[in-house]
C-alpha cells in the first residue's frame, strides 16, 4: 500500500529524504565530527549537524514546491523528477559520507581518488547539477500550464 502510493506520488521521495537526513544529523549531533573546508589560506569549520539540518531544510524546500505544484493541478514530469532526486539523494550521500566510495587501501586505488577533496568536488558538481533540474522541471511545468491557459 505504502509503495503504491509512494509510486503515485513520486514527489514525497523529497520529504522522506529531508527526514531521513536530519535523523541521521541528530542520531550523530553529540559526535565531535566536523566538516572542514579550506578555501585558499582559509579554513572553515562547520558541525555535520548544521550541514545535515542545511540539508533537510533544502530537500524540504524541494518537496514542498513540487507538492504545491502539484495541488495547483501542474503537470510535473514523473521521470525527470525521480532522475532529479537519484542525482541529489546521491550528491548529498557523496558529500556528506565520501569515504564509502574511496576503495580500501590494499586494493587499487586511482589516483584521483586518493584525496576525498576531489570527490567531495565532483558530488557537489552533481548536487548542482540536480538543482539546475529543479529549476527546469519547475518552469517547464509553469510555462505549460501559462501556454494551456492562452490557447
Same mark, same amino acid.
Given at each position: ?33 566536523? /566538516? ?27 518537496? /514542498? ?87
Amino acid at each position: 500500500m505504502f509503495t503504491k502510493n509512494l509510486k503515485q506520488n513520486y514527489i514525497h521521495l523529497f520529504f522522506i529524504f529531508s527526514i531521513v537526513i536530519l535523523l541521521i544529523g541528530l542520531q550523530y549531533k553529540g559526535d565531535d565530527t566536523t /566538516l572542514d573546508i579550506n578555501v585558499h589560506d582559509t579554513y572553515y569549520v562547520i558541525a555535520h549537524f548544521h550541514v545535515d539540518v542545511v540539508i533537510s531544510i533544502f530537500s524540504f524546500i524541494i518537496w /514542498l514546491v513540487y507538492f504545491l505544484l502539484s495541488l495547483s493541478k501542474f503537470k510535473l514530469n514523473k521521470r525527470l523528477i525521480t532522475f532529479q532526486f537519484f542525482i541529489y539523494a546521491l550528491s548529498i550521500i557523496g558529500i556528506k559520507f565520501p569515504m564509502i566510495f574511496i576503495f580500501d587501501k590494499n586494493n587499487f586505488k586511482p589516483s584521483l581518488f586518493q584525496n576525498s577533496d576531489f570527490l567531495i568536488f565532483i558530488f557537489f558538481a552533481l548536487f548542482l547539477i540536480s538543482i539546475i533540474l529543479f529549476v527546469i522541471i519547475v518552469a517547464k511545468s509553469i510555462f505549460n500550464k501559462l501556454k494551456k491557459q492562452h490557447f
